[in-house]
């Protein structure tokens, strides 16, 4: 089944504890990438990867880095997790970085940092 | 980066009634894209449009690209619960509408 899978899903976690997110992707996608959803904010774009070795900056990516070093997978780390990045992060994918590419969703990851 | 503005940001209606939401662009779209997000869910690809007065049907969501391609609307028919979500238009790679919740009393 074509999928894109996160984990963990569900996270609580204190401020500065380091936290690594996983994503994953079986479709063979070029294009993965992050996003964080908070209330009334829509989804915003914290990381990007065109492909293997290329990531790039979205629009909020303070506090936040990433690395692509297989295709499949596209990891989200937080050196030190801070209250504000509370929130729902969702991975994605899509065969190609272009604008009519459909995107593939993750089925979220809800993070609390206390 | 160029936003796109979403409305309603909310909807409530009861089972039944048609239910629109509005993306508006300042700025032309070479394309737009609307998700569908369940409860509780993630987002989901609905559809696409890309020329200039498109008008595309899924069952009962109508989907409409404005002649200048600066705006789109997605219109539901008669909804139903399973219509519950938050639908999102999308412009380019990443810039997502804030989104528009709906919620249907039966």
């Known amino acids: 089944e074509a999928q894109v899978t996160q984990n963990p899903r569900y996270l609580i976690t204190v401020t500065g504890k380091k936290l690594t997110v996983t994503c994953s992707q079986n479709m063979n996608h070029e294009y993965m990438s992050w996003y964080r959803q908070d209330p009334g904010l829509g989804l915003r774009q914290i990381y990007y990867?065109?492909?293997?070795?290329?990531?790039d900056k979205g629009d909020v990516p303070e506090g936040y880095k990433v690395s692509r070093k297989e295709k499949r997978n596209f990891p989200l780390i937080l050196e030190s997790p801070s209250p504000n990045q509370t929130s729902l992060y969702f991975c994605?994918?899509?065969?190609?970085?272009?604008?009519?590419?459909?995107?593939?969703f993750g089925p979220g990851t809800r993070l609390t940092v206390t | 980066g160029q936003q796109v503005m979403q409305i309603p940001q909310y909807q409530h209606v009861q089972e039944g009634e048609d239910f629109t939401t509005y993306c508006n662009s300042s700025?032309?779209?070479?394309?737009i894209q609307w998700y569908k997000q369940r409860p509780g869910g993630h987002p989901v690809f609905l559809i696409q449009l890309v020329k200039s007065g498109e008008v595309k049907k899924q069952k009962r969501l109508t989907f409409q690209f404005g002649e200048a391609k600066k705006n789109s609307s997605l219109h539901i028919t008669a909804t139903q619960t399973t219509d519950v979500g938050t639908y999102f238009c999308?412009?380019?790679?990443?810039?997502f509408g804030a989104g528009t919740r709906l919620t249907v009393k039966p």
């Open positions: 999308k412009r380019g790679i990443m810039r």
């Open positions: 994605a994918s899509s065969r190609g970085g272009g604008e009519g590419y459909e995107q593939y």
């Open positions: 990867s065109m492909n293997v070795e290329v990531t």
């Open positions: 700025t032309t779209l070479s394309n």
